[in-house]
C-alpha cells in the first residue's frame, strides 16, 4: 500500500483517514490519482487545499462513514466506482450492522485499490 501524507501539514495519513490527526483537516482518496487529498467546505461541494477551484463531492456513502472516496464536483454519479458495486446493504438500525458493514466497506475499497493498480 502506497504511503500518503496530508497536502496541509505533512503528517503521513492512512487509506482509511478521513480526517488528518495532525491538523484536522478532511481528506478523501482520489481513485483516479492514487491520491489522498486535503479538502475544505466550498460553495456546494469540497475544494482541494492545495488547488483553488478543483471541486470534489464524497462518495454517497460517506455519510454513513462507510467511504472516504472523492468524486469530482460534476460527476453525476451518487457514488464512487468501489461503491457502485453494492447490490445490498444492511439495515443500519440494527445495533452493530454499522461497524460491520463499514469494515467489509474498507476491505472492499483495498481490493478495488489493488486492482485498480494492478
Not at 456513502?61 to 472516504?68: D, H, L
Not at 468524486?71 to 458495486?85: N, V
Not at 444492511?90 to 467489509?104: E, H, R, S, Y
Request: glycine share 6%; hydrophobic share 40%.
Amino acid at each position: 500500500m502506497k504511503r500518503f501524507q496530508c497536502q496541509n501539514c505533512g503528517n503521513e495519513v492512512h487509506f482509511e483517514n478521513t480526517s488528518c490527526i495532525a491538523c484536522g483537516r478532511r481528506l478523501g482518496y482520489i481513485a483516479s490519482k492514487f491520491a489522498m487529498i486535503a479538502v475544505e467546505p466550498a460553495s456546494g461541494w469540497w475544494e482541494s487545499a492545495t488547488q483553488r477551484g478543483l471541486g470534489f463531492k464524497f462518495c454517497g456513502n460517506w455519510e454513513a462513514y462507510a467511504c472516504n472516496w472523492l468524486l469530482m464536483a460534476d460527476d453525476p454519479e451518487r457514488f464512487c466506482q468501489a461503491c457502485r458495486h453494492n447490490r445490498v446493504v444492511p439495515d443500519l438500525t440494527v445495533p452493530g450492522n454499522d461497524l460491520k458493514w463499514q469494515k467489509l466497506e474498507l476491505a472492499k475499497r483495498f481490493l478495488f485499490y489493488s486492482l485498480m493498480r494492478w
